[in-house]
């Protein structure tokens, strides 16, 4: 059973066209994380939600918002994508630290973003 | 800055072998230790978590964590060309995981 998932799997879109992908979650995780990942490279951090409260990280472009309207879903807009934006994103999540391993971040399968 | 440091690779190692993949980081206060399997065009797998310092095994995979020496390192036994993929070590310092952070990944290749 799928447990993140994210649609869709591979998105094309024009240079200055805005994107939305989504992802969705059936595990009741209290925090859902966007990564942008290039090719050879480590997933780096946009941003996350705890619960509804939105943590973004220092580097991340205004470009790229966010927005989740409840627990189970999660979304990245990006307003004017470049070419530099290609790349694999990723969404995961995790739950709390009060559990053991509750801070372990589970991914969902990742969108594809080709920008023409 | 936190980091995270892994050999890039590529580690080759010959099928039935055991394969080693070692990963330092930089943050003394780190709590908790990953290590994620992508295989290419795909996404993270968690393989293993550890948390204490020692071993933890789990089938062919084994993590070793030594917090003294800020070292954490993944052995894989019986290795299987199913396993060439790249290795993320991942290290989290915060309370619920806003604080991962990740190698940059060490590829693996099997070969029959």
């Known amino acids: 059973d799928a447990m993140v998932i994210q649609n869709p799997r591979y998105q094309v879109t024009q240079f200055g066209k805005p994107v939305t992908l989504s992802c969705s979650q059936t595990l009741n995780h209290n925090v859902m994380y966007w990564y942008q990942q290039k090719s050879s490279q480590a997933p780096k951090l946009l941003f996350h939600y705890y619960d509804k409260d939105f943590n973004n990280e220092a580097d991340t472009p205004d470009n790229f918002q966010s927005r989740r309207p409840n627990t189970s879903f999660c979304f990245l807009d990006i307003r004017s994508p470049g070419l530099g934006d290609a790349a694999m994103y990723l969404c995961?999540?995790?739950?709390?630290?009060?559990?053991?391993?509750?801070?372990?971040?589970?991914f969902g399968p990742g969108t594809r973003l080709l920008v023409l | 800055q936190k980091e995270v440091e892994q050999n890039s690779g590529p580690l080759s190692v010959p099928e039935g072998a055991i394969a080693s993949l070692n990963c330092t980081y930089s943050?003394?206060?780190?709590?908790?230790f990953f290590w994620y399997r992508q295989y290419s065009g795909k996404s993270p797998e968690l393989i293993m978590s550890i948390y204490s310092n020692g071993d933890k095994e789990d089938g062919r995979f084994t993590a070793q964590l030594n917090k003294a020496s800020q070292y954490v390192s993944l052995l894989i036994r019986d290795s299987q060309p199913s396993d060439s993929a790249t290795y993320l070590c991942?290290?989290?310092?915060?309370?619920?995981?806003?604080?991962?952070?990740f190698g940059p990944g060490t590829r693996l290749s099997v070969l029959p």
């Open positions: 943050d003394r206060v780190s709590q908790s």
């Open positions: 991942a290290v989290n310092g915060g309370n619920y995981g806003q604080n991962f952070v």
């Open positions: 995961a999540t995790s739950g709390i630290w009060g559990d053991r391993g509750g801070e372990t971040q589970y």
